[in-house]
């Protein structure tokens, strides 16, 4: 019997076989923001916003409509919570700039 096609192949074997450790990859946000420009936002978006909410969560959602990203943002604001928002040319973000210190306070 002939062995199927797999459309969608993976690593599962390879991955089974590295040592797993128990160090940190280090980052900093400068790695971050690299990270982020090579993103691109698929065509049928208009934005992706997360936000950091109060309890420590992170709520990511991605937006077709401009108007539903708007309401979103607008509800966001009004609880003053922090956000990130990535649109197809930009990222900005309502974070403290001591968010992006790399020097411990």
């Not at 690593?11 to 990859?25: C, G, H, N, P, Q």
């Not at 990270?35 to 978006?45: F, G, I, K, R």
Request: with cysteine.
């Amino acid at each position: 019997m002939a062995r199927r096609y797999d459309p969608f192949p993976n690593r599962i074997t390879e991955v089974s076989r590295w040592k797993a450790t128990d160090e940190l990859t280090p980052f900093d946000s400068e790695m971050c923001l690299e990270a982020a420009a090579c993103w691109d936002l698929p065509p049928s978006h208009v934005a992706i916003i997360r936000a950091y909410m109060k309890d420590g969560t992170i709520l990511e959602r991605s937006y077709r409509s401009p108007g539903y990203a708007h309401r979103f943002i607008r509800s966001l604001l009004k609880s003053k919570v922090d956000f990130t928002i990535l649109t197809e040319n930009t990222i900005r973000d309502t974070l403290p700039q001591e968010e992006f210190n790399d020097q411990p306070d």
